[in-house]
């Protein structure tokens, strides 16, 4: 009997050819003309920037940092309104990169800016959330949620600063699910 290759083998063996015809393109141009090219790719999409930015673990100022965290948390909370009540696609990259950025500016002792972003991220996500069918995206949100949680709970801040982003988390989430547990945890820690 003969079997037939799969559509699979195929793909995957022309997209080996395809890379091998692009490495060697790739390997007889100049250094410049290569950066120059990713630095367009760069601006026009901001996943390769993202990518980029990851493989070569950039740095930046809290200024940059902040508003890449912003754009982050704007990509990754976007939808289309037609999708409404559906379980539609969402960048899960995005939040990823929002995680990373929290972090980082967690590490540079940023807690303003951490917790204004978070609130923005709250008040974004749920609404994400309260507009797709399931809500899968809900674990990403937490998981970015969480790296503010941890940080808070170590802070140097107020108890009236941490009951406050609690209390204002909490009203911001027009699901009433987001991070729950954990916001309450950490608001009666510092109410003690």
Same mark, same amino acid.
């Given at each position: 009997?003969?079997?037939?290759?799969?559509?699979?083998?195929?793909?995957?063996?022309?997209?080996? !050819?395809?890379?091998?015809? @692009? =490495?060697?393109?790739?390997?007889?141009? /100049?250094?410049?003309?290569? #950066? +120059?090219? &990713?630095?367009?790719?760069?601006? !026009?999409?901001?996943?390769? @920037? =993202?990518?980029?930015?990851?493989?070569? /673990?950039?740095?930046?100022? #809290? +200024?940059? &940092?902040?508003?890449?965290?912003?754009?982050?948390?704007?990509?990754?909370?976007?939808?289309?309104?037609?999708?409404?009540?559906?379980?539609?696609?969402?960048?899960?990259?995005?939040?990823?990169?929002?995680?990373?950025?929290?972090?980082?500016?967690?590490?540079?002792?940023?807690?303003?800016?951490?917790?204004?972003?978070?609130?923005?991220?709250?008040?974004?996500?749920?609404?994400?959330?309260?507009?797709?069918?399931?809500?899968?995206?809900?674990?990403?949100?937490?998981?970015?949620?969480?790296?503010?949680?941890?940080?808070?709970?170590?802070?140097?801040?107020?108890?009236?600063?941490?009951?406050?982003?609690?209390?204002?988390?909490?009203?911001?989430?027009?699901?009433?699910?987001?991070?729950?547990?954990?916001?309450?945890?950490?608001?009666?820690?510092?109410?003690?």
């Amino acid at each position: 009997m003969a079997t037939r290759k799969s559509r699979n083998t195929d793909s995957t063996s022309k997209l080996s !050819e395809s890379t091998s015809e @692009l =490495r060697q393109a790739l390997t007889q141009r /100049k250094k410049v003309e290569l #950066v +120059e090219f &990713l630095l367009v790719l760069a601006e !026009e999409d901001l996943r390769i @920037l =993202r990518k980029l930015t990851i493989r070569f /673990k950039m740095t930046a100022s #809290v +200024e940059r &940092l902040e508003a890449a965290t912003r754009q982050a948390i704007v990509d990754a909370t976007a939808f289309d309104k037609r999708d409404m009540n559906r379980n539609f696609n969402y960048d899960r990259e995005a939040y990823a990169e929002a995680k990373r950025l929290l972090e980082l500016l967690v590490a540079a002792e940023q807690c303003a800016v951490v917790m204004q972003l978070s609130l923005e991220l709250m008040k974004l996500g749920s609404h994400q959330v309260e507009m797709s069918d399931e809500g899968l995206m809900t674990d990403d949100i937490e998981e970015c949620l969480n790296v503010v949680i941890q940080a808070l709970k170590k802070s140097s801040l107020s108890s009236a600063e941490v009951i406050a982003w609690c209390s204002a988390m909490l009203e911001n989430d027009c699901v009433r699910f987001i991070a729950e547990k954990p916001l309450k945890s950490l608001l009666n820690q510092f109410q003690q």
